[in-house]
């Protein structure tokens, strides 16, 4: 158990619809990721935040977005969606926001798009 | 280009030593190396991350190039929970500065 938490496990929804990913840090870790991991594409870095500000991007779509909040948890918000968005999304966390702290993964949602 | 490059498959024996190389060619200076292994339908695990000097910890070794243009992950006795999928990648500032490649996967005999 690597202390980080994602809800929901599991999710399905229609094309078009919008959901949002929550993601709970470890305690005391302050910077928070988002990846995307689907079949074709492997684990793809979407966005990084540190301490509640937006600390680096990835090849994350116009569609999605994410806040980290006061109390550190974040949300992934994905709209519009289409049948390519069915994936793994990971969150994860790190103690500080810098190259040099390991990130811990949570377990993972899985979205499937109709 | 940021991408590192691993073989896509590899094999050991059980408690046999287990050396998994990437190469990263066109990193630079400030960037951090990171292992982390994938198993089956759980999210990626952190193994181990180095700067320029090798580096262990309880999970394995790691073994930097003294040009920084490789590395190499080192399990000294592989086990059967040891089969996975092991990326490297290179780390800098936020996030992983690279797309993470496919990585290695690893398969153990018994």
């Known amino acids: 158990d690597s202390g980080v938490t994602q809800t929901p496990k599991h999710l399905i929804t229609a094309t078009g619809q919008r959901v949002t990913l929550r993601c709970s840090p470890r305690?005391?870790?302050?910077?928070v990721y988002w990846y995307q991991q689907s079949l074709d594409q492997g684990l793809q870095f979407l966005i990084q935040?540190?301490?509640?500000?937006?600390?680096a991007k990835g090849n994350i779509l116009e569609r999605f977005s994410a806040q980290q909040f006061p109390d550190l948890h974040s949300e992934l918000n994905l709209s519009s969606l289409e049948l390519g968005d069915s994936a793994l999304y990971f969150c994860a966390s790190s103690a500080g926001g810098e190259g040099n702290y390991e990130q811990y993964f949570g377990p993972g949602t899985r979205l499937t798009v109709t | 280009d940021a991408k590192t490059t691993q073989p896509n498959s590899m094999e050991s024996n059980e408690e046999e030593p287990v050396h998994l190389p990437c190469n990263h060619s066109t990193i630079s200076g400030t960037d951090y190396i990171h292992w982390y292994r994938q198993l089956p339908s759980q999210g990626p695990e952190y193994v181990i991350h180095?700067?320029?000097?090798?580096v262990n910890n309880r999970m394995a070794s790691l073994a930097i190039a003294e040009d920084r243009k490789s590395s190499t992950l080192i399990l000294h006795r592989a086990t059967l929970r040891d089969a996975a999928v092991y990326y490297c990648?290179?780390?800098w500032g936020g996030g992983f500065k690279t797309i993470f490649g496919a990585g290695t996967r690893l398969f153990v005999k018994a």
């Open positions: 935040y540190y301490n509640g500000e937006e600390r």
């Open positions: 180095g700067l320029t000097s090798n």
């Open positions: 990648i290179r780390c």
């Open positions: 305690s005391g870790d302050l910077s």
